[in-house]
C-alpha cells in the first residue's frame, strides 16, 4: 500500500464550522480510507470510498475521491469539539496488505 | 463486526525488562496481524507483519530480535519488546483484515519505559 499525503497539517476551528481537510497520493488505488485518532488513542475508521465512486456521506461526514487528480477530501460540518483528534488518509491498492499512514492533519475543534 | 482486543492497555516497565504486547481476535481468525509503532506528535509507523505459523516481516530498520513477533495461533499475536529502554516508550498498536469487515485496530498499549 502506498502513503496518502493530508493537507493542512493542522487546522484550527470553532464549534459549528465546517472543517475541510485534504489528501494526495501518487499511485492508482483501489479504494481509499479515512481514519480518525483522538489523543493516544486507538483508531476509528470513518470511511471508505472505493476507486469508482465519487462521493460518500455518513453523519456529518463527507468524502470525495477525484482519482483523475489522485486526490481525496474529507468535509465535517457543524464541528463539535469533540471532533479533536488526527484524521489520516489510507490509499490501498492491494487488499490485505498493511496500510501506511502519513502525517495526518491535525483538527482542533475549539467551543 | 470484526473486533481485535488488545492488552494491555498501559504498562511500565523498568529498563532492561522485557514486555509482552498482546492481540486477539476475538471472532474472527486472523492469519495476518500487523504492528505499528507511534511517538508522540508523529504518525503510526509500520513495524513488522506476523503471520500465522511463520516468521514475521519486519520493516527496514527495526530490530527483529528485540521486538519479538509471536503469531502462534490465528487468534493471537503477540510483540515482545525484549531489554526494554527508555527510548523504546512508545504507543503499540495493531491490527488485522478480513474481507469481510476490512481493516480493524487494537486499541493500543502505552509503553513506558522508565
Known amino acids: 500500500s502506498q502513503q496518502g499525503e493530508e493537507d493542512p497539517q493542522a487546522l484550527s476551528i470553532q464549534e459549528g464550522e465546517n472543517a475541510t481537510m485534504n489528501c494526495s497520493y501518487k499511485t492508482s488505488i483501489n479504494n481509499l480510507q479515512w481514519y480518525r485518532q483522538n489523543s493516544g488513542r486507538g483508531l476509528v475508521h470513518l470511511i471508505l470510498i472505493r476507486s469508482n465512486e465519487r462521493e460518500k456521506h455518513s453523519g456529518r461526514l463527507r468524502v470525495t475521491l477525484d482519482t483523475s487528480k489522485k486526490s481525496s477530501s474529507l468535509l465535517i460540518t457543524a464541528s463539535r469539539a469533540a471532533d479533536t483528534a488526527s484524521y489520516f488518509c489510507v490509499p490501498s491498492n492491494q487488499a490485505g496488505t498493511a496500510l501506511i499512514f502519513g502525517k495526518g492533519t491535525t483538527l482542533s475543534v475549539s467551543s | 463486526g470484526a473486533v481485535v482486543s488488545q492488552h494491555p492497555s498501559r504498562v511500565i516497565c523498568k529498563s532492561g525488562t522485557s514486555v509482552k504486547i498482546e492481540c486477539r481476535s476475538l471472532?474472527?481468525?486472523?492469519?495476518?496481524m500487523f504492528w505499528y509503532r507511534q511517538f508522540p506528535k508523529q504518525s503510526l509507523m509500520l513495524m513488522a507483519t506476523?503471520?500465522?505459523?511463520?516468521?514475521?516481516?519486519?520493516e527496514q530498520g527495526v530490530e527483529k530480535d528485540k521486538f519479538l513477533i509471536n503469531h502462534a495461533s490465528l487468534t493471537l499475536s503477540t510483540l515482545t519488546v525484549t531489554s526494554a529502554h527508555p527510548e523504546d516508550s512508545s504507543f503499540y498498536i495493531c491490527?488485522?483484515?478480513?474481507?469481510?469487515?476490512?481493516?480493524?485496530f487494537g486499541s493500543g498499549t502505552r509503553l513506558t519505559v522508565v
Open positions: 471472532d474472527f481468525q486472523a492469519t495476518t
Open positions: 506476523s503471520n500465522e505459523g511463520s516468521k514475521a516481516t519486519y
Open positions: 491490527s488485522a483484515n478480513t474481507r469481510l469487515y476490512g481493516y480493524t
